[in-house]
């Protein structure tokens, strides 16, 4: 708003202003995003070498802090090639619809009391809207691309991503439950009054988010999308250049949204560990970005050191494991909202 009426005072047309200042708001978040994306490469990889005690990337740039950035000109640089039986529309579409939907989703993510870019009251809802559709990019790369690994891998996917999607929208409802309202930012201020969701009867909710954040972008130990013994390389086998490099930023993307989800929706999200001092002089969008790259280094470690899953321990473990204990979780939320609130959400 204040972008708007400062265009406006300029001579702009209102539509016209509002339409420039949204641009701009939207431009400068996507180019944070992009150095965010570059900086958590660089821990996964420092990370991933620290723990097989090696040094990772440290010759391009002071200790190897340039890079994320080598590899993306690298990508960029290389030639497209797209396989002569694909379907050439499909191929390339597919890439930026799975970028385009990771990006998205931070339109509604608080970073600090107020700082948002849509506020809006279903922003729960959205956030499950957009991730719901993800699946479709993968889909449509595996079968664009006109070679059996990769719609092998387009099919486990989309059954990977659908099963883990139900047990997260249970999670979320158990937290809704708490929190009384939609809106992200009112659930954090739900946590100021009553604590950290983490911290309380939901912290296997916690955890069932955590786990299902693997599955959901397919990291390990749930990388059986890019199993290299029999897929080779996944749905993407056949991308090569920019098109690899946005869904390679798309996947990094999502696992970012996703920390920031649950630092929302368990951890305070921008609410300092006790509200005094000295923890209240620290802004509160330092603390929303602190509880994200911890959340990262928790994904990090686990791909470090976790074993890969056989494809039917993962569906065992999302259909028989997590589906009925966050079933379970939303009816003891109930109850217990109702018994100790009577009933005021």
Same mark, same amino acid.
Not at 83 to 93: D, E
Not at 203 to 223: G, H, I, K, Y
Not at 242 to 260: D, K, N, Q, R
């Given at each position: 708003?204040?972008?708007?009426? /400062? ?7 209102? *539509?016209?202003?509002? !339409? ?37 990337? *440290? ?37 930026? #619809? !799975? ?13 600090? *009391? ?6 809006? *009251?279903?922003?729960?809802? /959205? ?14 790369? @595996? ?12 099919? +486990? ?30 659930? #954090?201020?739900?946590?100021? %009054? %009553? ?17 299902? !954040?693997?599955? &959901?972008?397919? +990291? ?5 999308? &890019?199993? &290299? ?21 798309? &996947? ?15 951890? @305070? ?8 001092? =000295?923890?209240?002089?620290? =802004? ?23 074993? +890969? ?6 569906? +065992? ?21 109702? /018994? ?6």
């Amino acid at each position: 708003m204040l972008l708007t009426h /400062y265009f406006n005072t300029l001579g702009l047309p209102y *539509n016209w202003a509002w !339409t420039l200042s949204q641009v701009l708001v939207l431009g400068v978040c996507e180019f944070l995003a992009l150095l965010g994306v570059a900086a958590v490469i660089l821990l996964d990889r420092k990370i991933w070498a620290a723990v097989q005690m090696r040094r990772g990337p *440290n010759v391009v740039g002071a200790f190897g802090l340039l890079q994320t950035i080598a590899d993306a000109f690298k990508f960029l640089l290389k030639e497209v090639i797209i396989p002569a039986g694909a379907n050439k529309v499909i191929f390339i579409l597919a890439p930026l #619809v !799975t970028a385009t939907l990771a990006f998205a989703g931070w339109a509604v993510i608080p970073f600090d *009391n107020g700082w948002v870019v849509s506020n809006i *009251n279903v922003g729960i809802l /959205y956030l499950f809207a957009v991730s719901s559709l993800g699946v479709y990019g993968v889909i449509m790369a @595996g079968w664009a691309s006109n070679s059996k690994y990769a719609f092998l891998s387009a099919l +486990r996917a989309a059954a990977q991503m659908v099963s883990y999607e139900v047990s997260i929208g249970f999670v979320m409802i158990t937290v809704l439950l708490f929190a009384g309202s939609l809106n992200l930012s009112d659930i #954090v201020r739900a946590q100021a %009054q %009553q604590g950290w969701f983490a911290f309380t009867i939901l912290f296997p909710m916690f955890v069932v988010f955590f786990v299902s !954040t693997l599955a &959901e972008t397919q +990291r390990p130990p749930f990388d059986l999308l &890019e199993a &290299e013994s029999e897929l080779v390389a996944g749905f993407f086998v056949e991308y090569s250049s920019t098109p690899f490099l946005l869904f390679f930023l798309g &996947e990094y993307v999502s696992i970012m949204l996703l920390c920031a989800l649950m630092s929302v929706l368990f951890l @305070g999200g921008w609410l300092p560990p006790l509200q005094m001092w =000295p923890f209240t002089l620290v =802004p509160g969008v330092v603390w929303f970005f602190g509880k994200i790259m911890f959340l990262f280094f928790m994904i990090a470690m686990v791909k470090a050191f976790v074993p +890969r899953y056989r494809y039917d321990q993962l569906m +065992r473990l999302g259909w028989k494991v997590f589906l009925p204990l966050s079933l379970f979780w939303v009816v003891l939320s109930a109850g217990w909202i109702l /018994y100790f609130h009577g009933g005021a959400h």
